[in-house]
């Protein structure tokens, strides 16, 4: 048997939010699986982990209900007994609630029809699941009821709940890029670089890129660059939190220039710096950094002092 792990029994009446609480918990990082017979719950906890899993320490919730093969609560709560007791697994039970005339109105929306009531009124099954499940409903040490809940508000209470250290946190990427060789189709916020005075004209800074020390103190020179970035900054700490709290997977913040090699590279690198010291763990990559620097991709230099033109 493997080493102690966090179980969540995730249970309840039909109908009452098991698959949005599922899902949910699955884009937390949870393994999830879906009315696993109670008889193989060791198999499954014994067996090898899947291929790119977070290991041994990856939560695992598993839903049951009547619709359940061999569905006995009686059994289900000394199965959870046993596995607490003999090998010490944090088991965690669930259960989801709901009114009877709520749950008839959502099998009336949705015309399927009730697994305990084939071919009787929903009420009948609801009546008769709720019976069924009373013991699991006394053991449980949560209880979520869903009568007013909208499927997001379900989904935004799991993951206050269950999030938990490491869980829940989007894959953030910072991409630097060129606007001259297309705008990254990936991107969810893109932030023009272009307003910066340009080092590609400067004759001795355009061989280098926007991670050389001299190319990002030119940059960082300009009048409009500290006020302006550090805004970006401020945005992205305000924003990040909120698409966390939405159930974003993926976010990837773009900063392009003209050829992608200094403003947006060096711009995109600060950003990163800015994001890990407040306890974000971005990933970047300049998409455009190793191409070769090309005056007509730049378009015309700008006048003004630093710019390259002879005046």
């Not at 939010?17 to 696993?36: A, F, I, P, Y």
């Not at 088991?91 to 609630?97: E, K, N, Q, R, S």
């Not at 935004?156 to 829940?168: A, I, N």
């Not at 004759?203 to 990002?216: F, I, K, W, Y």
Request: with cysteine; charged share 25%.
């Amino acid at each position: 048997m493997p080493k102690p792990k966090q179980i969540l029994l995730v249970t309840g009446l039909s109908g009452a939010g098991k698959s949005t609480v599922l899902r949910t918990l699955e884009d937390l990082g949870w393994e999830v699986v879906d009315n696993l017979p109670l008889l193989l719950l060791d198999r499954l906890l014994g067996a090898p982990l899947p291929e790119g899993s977070e290991g041994n320490n990856q939560p695992l919730a598993i839903g049951i209900g009547a619709r359940t093969r061999d569905f006995d609560p009686d059994r289900i709560v000394k199965r959870i007994k046993t596995l607490r007791e003999d090998h010490g697994h944090d088991i965690g039970t669930l259960f989801l609630d709901c009114a009877g005339s709520e749950l008839e109105r959502r099998y009336s929306e949705t015309r399927r029809r009730h697994p305990l009531a084939l071919d009787r009124l929903a009420s009948d099954g609801i009546a008769r699941e709720r019976e069924l499940l009373a013991p699991l409903r006394r053991w449980a040490n949560r209880l979520i009821d869903t009568t007013n809940l909208t499927a997001n508000e379900l989904a935004q209470q799991v993951r206050e709940s269950f999030s938990g250290e490491g869980l829940g946190e989007p894959t953030l990427s910072i991409l630097s890029f060129g606007f001259s060789r297309g705008v990254p189709r990936n991107a969810d916020l893109v932030f023009d670089m272009r307003f910066l005075r340009n080092p590609h004209w400067v004759p001795t800074l355009r061989p280098g890129t926007g991670m050389d020390a001299d190319v990002s103190a030119y940059i960082a020179a300009d009048p409009a660059y500290e006020a302006a970035v550090s805004q970006i900054e401020s945005l992205l700490l305000l924003l990040l939190p909120r698409y966390k709290a939405e159930g974003k997977s993926y976010v990837t913040v773009a900063f392009g220039c003209t050829g992608g090699r200094h403003r947006s590279v060096h711009v995109a690198e600060r950003v990163a710096k800015r994001l890990r010291d407040a306890a974000f763990s971005p990933t970047v990559r300049h998409r455009d950094l190793a191409a070769a620097p090309q005056d007509t991709l730049e378009g015309a230099p700008a006048d003004g002092p630093g710019s390259g033109m002879k005046l």
